[in-house]
């Protein structure tokens, strides 16, 4: 069991390009979670998955943002026409039900 | 509803004196609260959790944190701060019902180790 592996762990773009962002959560954990962290805050739910159903989305997730679990395995999230607002830690975590919550190394979104 | 107040964006601690976060939670169902370490451009790394049992909950790396009901609070501490205690802490609170999932983070204190 390695944890929960997210890829890229920096990411780089220019205002109005497409980025997607990879989680893959302990091998076990049927739960899946996004949140996000700016500056000087604490993370924000963005939404979850329990295996590949998306049972809730926080309004803090506009039309932009999609996310994904295929089989209920890795996790992508996708932001569409970034915008400088969109520059983040973007933190995944996993959990076996109503268990804790494991987050991985999260990614860094910078949008220039 | 919930939300959780971490009193003081940043703490100074000597090496070896007592280290002392704290949180106080808001929530409309019996709790469960956990305390997160995050070290700088990493993610989050769980401390401790409590969900209804003992209320003294003993974590990793030292760290203990006490829940009491009547003060609406879950501060973390340790009796003798190292070095390697530098990072960021936050407390987190969510509900203990049934299809609670999301958790609710406070703001984070900063705590800084004096050699």
């Known amino acids: 069991d390695t944890g929960v592996s997210q890829d890229p762990r920096h990411k780089i773009t220019k205002r109005g390009q497409n980025v997607t962002f990879r989680c893959d959560p302990i091998?076990?954990?049927?739960?899946l979670y996004w949140y996000r962290q700016t500056l000087g805050q604490g993370p924000e739910f963005l939404t979850y998955?329990?295996?590949?159903?998306?049972?809730?989305k926080s309004r803090l997730l506009s039309d932009r943002f999609s996310a994904e679990r295929p089989k209920g395995s890795f996790s992508t999230l996708e932001i569409q026409r970034t915008e400088q607002g969109d520059s983040a830690m973007y933190l995944c975590?996993?959990?076996?039900?109503?268990?804790?919550?494991?987050f991985g190394a999260g990614t860094r979104l910078s949008v220039l | 509803a919930q939300s959780v107040t971490q009193l003081g964006s940043h703490v100074s601690v000597s090496e070896g004196a007592l280290v002392l976060l704290r949180c106080n939670y808001s929530?409309?169902?019996?709790?469960?609260l956990f305390w997160y370490v995050q070290y700088p451009n990493q993610g989050l790394q769980l401390l401790l959790k409590?969900?209804?049992?003992?209320?003294l909950v003993k974590g990793i790396n030292g760290f203990e944190a006490e829940f009491k009901k009547s003060e609406t609070s879950f501060h973390l501490t340790k009796p003798s701060a190292h070095m390697s205690d530098a990072a960021e802490y936050f407390c987190?609170?969510?509900?203990?019902?049934?299809?609670?999932?999301?958790?609710?983070f406070g703001k984070g204190t900063k705590l800084s180790v004096i050699p």
């Open positions: 409590y969900t209804s049992a003992a209320t």
């Open positions: 998955f329990q295996n590949e159903a998306q049972l809730e």
């Open positions: 975590a996993s959990s076996l039900l109503e268990e804790s919550q494991y």
């Open positions: 929530s409309s169902v019996p709790p469960y």
């Open positions: 987190a609170v969510r509900g203990s019902g049934a299809g609670s999932y999301q958790l609710t």
């Open positions: 091998s076990e954990h049927n739960r």
